[in-house]
């Protein structure tokens, strides 16, 4: 059975830094895109980053780009998503999902649970002082 498995979160303070991690089993993970998809309370589901499986530049929201990485070890099956300079609104749970589109299209970076093939069970960053 696939299965993305995400954790690090916690809470943390603004300007703070947090790293998640999803580790995935059950298929091919070095063939697959991945993203981080997240959702704020009360919120819609928001697209955050993605990484190609093979050579190609991580792709990053307006929201987030300067101070999220997202970063994979094929080797380990394992995605990550290095959160710097956190800020109130990054406050949400934060899941790994595999993309059924390219990045280049806008439904690569959608916020549409059904354009994802599979989706972890998330992870939960609060942002609080």
């Known amino acids: 059975d696939v299965q993305l498995v995400e954790s690090g979160g916690g809470l943390v303070q603004p300007g703070g830094s947090l790293t998640l991690s999803c580790v995935a089993s059950?298929?091919?993970?070095?063939?697959?895109?991945m993203s981080w998809v997240r959702q704020a309370p009360g919120k819609d589901l928001e697209w955050v980053a993605g990484?190609?499986?093979?050579?190609?530049?991580?792709v990053y929201s307006d929201s987030v780009k300067g101070r999220f990485t997202i970063s994979r070890d094929n080797a380990k099956n394992t995605l990550y998503l290095q959160m710097r300079s956190v800020k109130t609104e990054d406050t949400a749970v934060y899941y790994c999902a595999t993309p059924r589109y390219e990045f280049d299209l806008p439904a690569g970076r959608s916020n549409r649970r059904a354009d994802y093939y599979y989706w972890g069970q998330g992870t939960q960053v609060t942002v609080s002082s």
């Open positions: 059950g298929f091919t993970f070095s063939t697959y895109a």
């Open positions: 990484a190609t499986g093979g050579p190609g530049h991580p």
